[in-house]
């Protein structure tokens, strides 16, 4: 099983909402990842955990606040977002975060609207 | 410095022939590691394969096999008998030390299988 499942699939929020988005792997890997995709462009990392500890926040505004309450789950909370904050919001997870070889299993994605 | 090239924005192919996707990766790594994605229109990014920097052998995976050409550093994916199906983005990355260990990633080629 290479699954990792977010939810919700899509989500419309108001720039003084909060929400949080999920992310759950059963796969035993220990390094889980939140990254940030616009139209046309690559995955940009947002957030690394490892060993449910974050271990690298790539200068992400701190209206994303990311938890990691165990080892099979991710979460990321939203407050006040701008709409330039919509964007697809990939989970992915690893066995480890060191390893050239240690390939990521993403999830489906959560599409973010910010009115 | 960690780079990745994909020069191909965009690619039209008739169903059921072959379609090589061109990435080229730059590193002062000795030990890294390839990957191919294949993102679709529904958001989620699915691994296809994987090619160490020590391998000897062209990585293969069904109807994929990468075409590892490490004095070019080159690393081109070649889909055997394109399929509809195959209509995506297809990002390279790559991930060794120097970049911490996370993948980076190339601008991504859009492959569209024409019947």
């Known amino acids: 099983d290479t699954e990792v499942t977010q939810t919700p699939k899509h989500l419309v929020m108001g720039m003084t909402n909060k929400k949080s988005l999920k992310c759950e792997q059963h796969?035993?890997?220990?390094?889980m990842y939140w990254y940030k995709q616009k139209a046309k462009k690559p995955p940009e990392l947002m957030f690394v955990?490892?060993?449910?500890?974050?271990?690298i926040n790539e200068s992400v505004p701190s209206r994303f606040s990311p938890e990691c309450p165990n080892s099979s789950l991710l979460n990321l909370h939203l407050h006040a977002l701008q709409p330039e904050d919509s964007a697809l919001y990939l989970c992915?997870?690893?066995?480890?975060?060191?390893?050239?070889?240690?390939?990521?299993?993403f999830g489906q994605g959560t599409r973010l609207t910010v009115v | 410095a960690q780079k990745i090239t994909q020069t191909q924005p965009g690619m039209f192919v008739q169903e059921k022939e072959a379609v090589t996707l061109d990435c080229t990766y730059d590193?002062?790594?000795?030990?890294?590691?390839l990957f191919w994605y294949k993102q679709p229109s529904s958001g989620e990014m699915i691994f296809l394969i994987y090619?160490?920097?020590?391998d000897e052998q062209n990585a293969t995976e069904g109807r994929y096999s990468l075409n590892f050409q490490k004095a070019r550093k080159s690393a081109n994916l070649v889909i055997s008998a394109s399929q509809l199906g195959d209509s995506a983005m297809y990002f390279c990355a790559m991930r060794g030390r120097n970049s911490n260990y996370q993948l980076i990633w190339g601008a991504g080629t859009k492959l569209i299988i024409k019947p």
């Open positions: 590193t002062s790594d000795q030990s890294y590691g």
């Open positions: 796969m035993g890997h220990r390094a």
């Open positions: 955990y490892s060993y449910e500890k974050l271990s």
């Open positions: 090619q160490g920097s020590y």
């Open positions: 992915a997870s690893s066995q480890e975060t060191q390893g050239a070889g240690t390939e990521a299993f």
